[in-house]
């Protein structure tokens, strides 16, 4: 099964179990919550089902496309199921199965893993989900987002397609990977993989970075008295990366992570309650 | 049902895998919690089975009643005249002997109030039970509770099915939406199967069919036996790490064994990050050969009955080479920096806010070693001592231990192979690991002079920056880890036998951070933890603890030696004499400020007697304590004991003339720091003490 049928498959899986089809988002994230079709959708607190694909960047995480797992960025299958349903472990399983994977003949296992996003203000139990050693899914029951305690508790799982993909097609690497009949997953990502590398760990620009974070910053409060919420977020979100991209050149002491950490989180949990507030 | 006390309970829990956290805390706190349950009912000898696995808590209570004991008891009710009037029950005795079910033959006047009997207990077992054990569980003291649907329950996990049975019979309990039934769950990677039960008494037979052990013991032996088999055949041991193996086993429900191997290009890392890679994040057990060389292979347990062998071996091959590969990234990156590099680095780490870099933290170390040589009379090279205190602490900066999660527990250990790398001697390298020894009473210590004395600056520095940074231990919360400095500092201290003044030393090290205020705090919090370790390791009791921790200095490993001849002493007849001698000295100088001995000229033979005693005992000591020899000291200190007695029989200490009685009061002075010189007796307690002589 080649990856881009891994998506679809998934697509159409959840499709069937009720899911609206979403697309990733239009900016940089570092995950698939950041997604304001999770992040401010969880916060209507009503029966809500989607799952869309969504492009991780973590520049932190790159290898130089010399590790074979570890990459600045990678493809997350998200899915939200809001109310969370007694038997989502085995609709999860199934998902598995659906995908061509004899779930018998290998070894699943939840192994305790509380997810937290503290830029965004958000936590929840849940575990990793491991198919014969290898981590394939995060799988989360939240309980905060925004820094709002939610009524109504949504599972959150999110698939990495890439591992998953190696799984299924038994690579050693996720370079290897086929992406479909033509191409490999190097084909298509070799190159900007290599450069994003140099640019997260050497060339950017942290001072223009860091005047863009500030100017970002300011903007989200700007727009929030306007009472403009998803133009505001967009501003929250460039916040993060741009934090995130800052981390990587290593121009960030442990005592401004801190600081810049707890800034993020306090427009994060402005934005929530705006929409909560404008909900109601 | 029986009558007698053979009736059973069982109950199955059923959840999502919980965390094993969660499962050790249940193991250990839960059954006493369901004895003294039922014990609170009076319901006793009974047998309680608890049985654990990531998806079931489940229970067999044995030996149970078929109801709690009743119990009749008289209670005292309202005054007689409000509960009749003309001899006839008012609305309120009407009320309340409604509301409590009572009939008139229930009921007796006494003393001008009504008093009724009334029943307790009684109470039938099974809805006792259903009523109260899962809050029993759910009492025990997780760390982390959630939600999960639209009831208000919370647990570590979500629960997804309850049964319970009182023998044959199916009990209607509830947990939140859940009902209690008669199915369970197999193994998760069996199928997930619903499976019907009759009783408790198919289910444990239903369950193991099903590829579910129950018992934990069961399951561990059965990962015990495998490794042995599968290791010894290949002339490898294991590693063995009860801490792994214990995790492992509260991970499955049925434990299959594999061996895999990793490329063995690795062998070249530090051994310590092999093993964590394998054990930290994958929960791999580690072999080695008998060379004691680390082996490239590796054993994992897994749930999977029906797994099949090549994959899955594969597929955790693959992880733990990718594994490897990110250690070797972050270890190539890391030796490449030179110490330069890493100095630079731990400028810009934070140590504590307002309390400067782990640079800085360094150089406060650094001068805290100095000062300690200098103490003991020793010189160091200072350009050595730099040096050291580099390598201390270098790794914290180093991306192995920032950002290598899994890593993390390395600090020390990869300080010490880096410095080894950079050409470092052993014994300085050592001090990567060694400052931070011991880690708790009975752990390794430092081995290395230059480690010991690291250890103790290390741990002085921490203690006093907490202190004036706000961050000092209070109830459970102690987030600088004071506690286990300190207790970590004073076994140090006493095991090494270092002769070093802790006064003096927090005194430096607060002047180093610029504060002069909190000695006392921190002085007064150490001999609390000292006076703890004493008790708790070395059985000394709090009073001698005392007797010793009064003294203008605070010698730990003096203090312990001192207490341990007054513990062999404390039975003695003679040292309980000598006690209360100085009690009465003490008592009689209490509130009086210190007067000096000026004039020596008595004309009572009962204070000259007690003056030349003192003089000679005083100056015979002084020779025995340059040689430690408490023993003499004690003795001599118990010859003074007559002439106090002789004192305080004979003479009168406060005389109308102001002068004679000063005099004596100074001679009493000049007595008691005789004995404090060694302790202050006057702390020490007897059971059974005798106050004829107290009284003066």
Redesign the interface.
């Given at each position: 099964m080649y990856f881009q049928d891994v998506y679809l498959k998934l697509c159409n899986y959840w499709a069937d179990n009720g899911a609206l089809i979403y697309q990733p988002y239009n900016s940089e994230v570092g995950a698939g919550t950041f997604n304001p079709a999770t992040f401010l959708k969880v916060l209507d607190e009503k029966y809500y089902r989607t799952a869309y694909l969504e492009i991780s960047k973590r520049p932190k995480d790159g290898r130089y496309a010399e590790n074979p797992n570890r990459f600045q960025q990678f493809y997350q299958f998200q899915v939200i199921v809001q109310p969370a349903v007694d038997d989502i472990m085995d609709i999860y399983t199934k998902s598995l199965e659906y995908i061509g994977v004899d779930i018998k003949r290998h070894d699943i296992r939840f192994v305790e893993d509380d997810w937290e996003s503290p830029t965004l203000g958000a936590k929840g139990l849940g575990w990793e989900v491991w198919i014969d050693g290898m981590e394939i899914t995060q799988f989360t029951y939240f309980q905060q987002i925004g820094s709002i305690m939610l009524k109504v508790i949504p599972v959150e799982i999110t698939y990495g397609l890439e591992r998953i993909t190696m799984f299924v097609q038994k690579k050693d690497s996720v370079l290897d990977i086929e992406w479909n009949k033509e191409y490999k997953w190097k084909d298509v990502m070799l190159q900007q993989e290599r450069e994003y590398c140099v640019f997260n760990f050497k060339e950017s620009d942290s001072d223009f970075i860091m005047s863009q974070f500030i100017k970002s910053e300011s903007e989200v409060d700007r727009l929030l008295e306007k009472d403009l919420i998803y133009p505001a977020y967009d501003y929250l979100i460039k916040c993060s990366h741009f934090f995130n991209l800052l981390d990587a050149r290593g121009v960030i002491s442990q005592k401004e992570r801190a600081n810049y950490i707890t800034r993020i989180r306090n427009l994060a949990k402005k934005v929530a309650k705006k929409y909560v507030e404008g909900k109601r | 049902m029986s009558k007698g006390k053979d009736n059973t309970i069982f109950f199955e829990l059923g959840f999502?895998?919980l965390?094993?956290s969660a499962l050790k805390l249940i193991q250990k706190d839960l059954t006493k919690k369901i004895l003294d349950f039922f014990e609170s009912e009076k319901v006793k000898n009974i047998d309680v089975q608890l049985f654990l696995t990531?998806r079931r808590l489940v229970l067999f209570i044995k030996n149970l009643p078929e109801k709690t004991p009743a119990i009749e008891k008289i209670e005292k009710g309202p005054q007689e005249n409000l509960f009749f009037e003309d001899n006839r029950p008012t609305k309120l005795a009407e009320g309340f002997m409604k509301s409590r079910k009572l009939n008139p033959s229930d009921i007796e006047i006494k003393d001008g109030f009504v008093w009724y009997k009334k029943l307790e207990g009684g109470v039938e077992i099974s809805s006792l039970f259903i009523k109260n054990i899962f809050n029993l569980v759910n009492s025990l003291e997780f760390e982390?509770r959630?939600?999960?649907?639209?009831t208000n329950i919370v647990f570590?996990?979500?629960i997804?099915w309850v049964n319970s049975f009182f023998n044959n019979q199916q009990l209607e309990i509830k947990i939140g939406n859940l009902v209690g039934a008669n199915f369970t769950y197999g193994n998760?990677?069996?199928?997930?199967l619903k499976i019907p039960f009759f009783n408790g008494y198919d289910f444990l037979e239903k369950t193991k069919d099903n590829y579910v052990v129950l018992s934990f013991e069961e399951r561990k032996q059965m990962i015990v036996d495998k490794i042995k088999d599968i290791s010894e055949n290949q002339g490898l041991s294991l590693i063995w790490d009860e801490e792994l193996l214990e995790e492992v086993t509260y991970?499955v429900e049925y434990p299959?064994i594999f061996k895999g191997k990793f490329d063995n290009r690795f062998l070249y890392l530090p051994k310590e990050i092999i093993i964590a890679a394998l054990k930290q994040h994958?929960r791999y057990f580690t072999l080695e050969n008998e060379k004691g060389e680390l082996s490239n292979y590796f054993i994992?347990v897994?749930?999977?009955p029906?797994?099949?062998y090549e994959?899955?071996v594969?597929?955790?091959q693959?992880?733990?080479?990718?594994r490897l590969?990110?250690a070797e990234?972050y270890f190539k990156n890391d030796i490449a920096r030179s110490m330069d590099e890493y100095e630079n680095r731990l400028k810009?780490?934070?140590f504590c806010?307002g309390f400067g870099s782990f640079y800085e933290k360094v150089e406060r170390n650094v001068k805290l070693v100095e000062y300690i040589f200098g103490k003991m009379k020793m010189e160091y090279d200072p350009q050595i001592l730099k040096e050291a205190g580099i390598i201390s602490k270098f790794d914290i900066a180093t991306d192995m231990i920032k950002?290598g999660k899994e890593f993390t527990k390395l600090q020390g250990r990869i300080g010490y192979h880096y410095a080894r790398l950079k050409g470092f001697d052993e014994n300085l390298s050592k001090i990567s690991y060694e400052h931070y020894l011991p880690v708790n009473v009975d752990g390794d210590k430092p081995k290395t002079l230059l480690g010991k004395i690291f250890s103790i600056s290390d741990k002085v520095d921490n203690i006093s920056v907490a202190f004036v940074s706000g961050n000092k231990p209070t109830g459970s919360k102690d987030i600088m880890y004071v506690r286990r400095d300190t207790l970590s500092l004073l076994s140090l201290l006493v095991y090494e036998n270092i002769e070093i003044d802790l006064y003096e030393i927090f005194k430096f090290s607060l002047e180093l951070l610029n504060q002069k205020d909190h000695l006392e705090k921190i002085i007064d919090y150490v001999k609390k933890r000292m006076e703890i370790f004493l008790q708790d390791y070395h059985s000394i009791p709090y009073d001698i603890s005392r007797s010793l921790l009064q003294s203008s200095t605070f010698i730990t490993s003096d203090i312990k030696m001192r207490a341990e001849k007054i513990l062999n002493l404390k039975n003695d007849f003679d040292f309980r004499r000598m006690v209360e001698g100085q009690k009465r000295v003490s008592n009689i100088l209490k509130n009086i400020s210190h007067v000096e001995l000026k004039d020596k000229n008595f004309e009572n033979v009962y204070e000259k007697d007690l003056y030349e005693k003192g003089k000679d005992v005083l100056m015979v000591n002084k020779k025995y304590f340059e040689t430690k020899d408490y023993d003499s000291i004690l003795k001599n200190l118990l010859s003074l004991v007559s002439y106090i007695n002789d004192f305080f029989d004979n003479v009168l200490v406060n005389d109308q003339d102001e002068q004679k009685k000063n005099k004596r009061l100074a001679l009493l002075f000049f007595i008691k720091n005789i004995f404090m010189d060694f302790a202050d007796f006057s702390y020490i307690v007897f059971e059974h003490v005798d106050l004829k002589k107290e009284k003066l």
């Open positions: - | 999502e895998e965390p094993v990531p982390k959630m939600k999960w649907d639209d570590p996990r979500p997804r998760r990677n069996t199928g997930n991970l299959v994958q994992f897994a749930n999977s029906y797994a099949s994959d899955i594969k597929n955790n693959r992880i733990i080479n990718s590969e990110d990234f810009k780490t934070i806010e950002d």
